[in-house]
């Protein structure tokens, strides 16, 4: 024991200050342990329940977050076959149009070339008629110049008429 005594003596520890100390910390302690501790501890215990519950969302988010990307994806590989299709089908509908469109220019062209034919025979025609006439009448004159007679109109009908036939031929 005079160890002891000579410990307690080196570092100043006066026994009657000790045991009020021991005390004192005795009651600090079962204060704590009834009024404090209890709470600090269901607090710690709510934290830790609300961190779990945390990371049992996270978990959740990150699978959801996972299921939702495959869905997007999906969902984005169907739009672009969907967008394909339509692509092919606008390709062919324009490639339709384009040879409709075509046809119905040649076609227009044959209907212009039919008529300006038309047309150049009619054209023609009127001209041959014209010329049969001016010839019928230069002939009528030459033929009353020659022959030095006024020429009637039935002489000048019959003249034009053999004229024009043998033009005709």
Known sequence: MDVISGIFETF?????LFIAQVIVFMLVYAVLQKFAFPQVTSMLEERRQRIKEGEENLTKIKTDLAAAEASAAEIVGKANKEAERLIREATDSAAAAGEKKKQEAVY??????SKAREASQLEHEKLMAELKRDFGRLLVDTTSRVTGKVLSQEDQDR???DAASQISL
């Open 12 to 16: 100043g520890v006066e026994w009657p």
């Open 108 to 113: 227009e062209a044959n209907q212009i070339i």
């Open 159 to 161: 003249i034009n008429k």
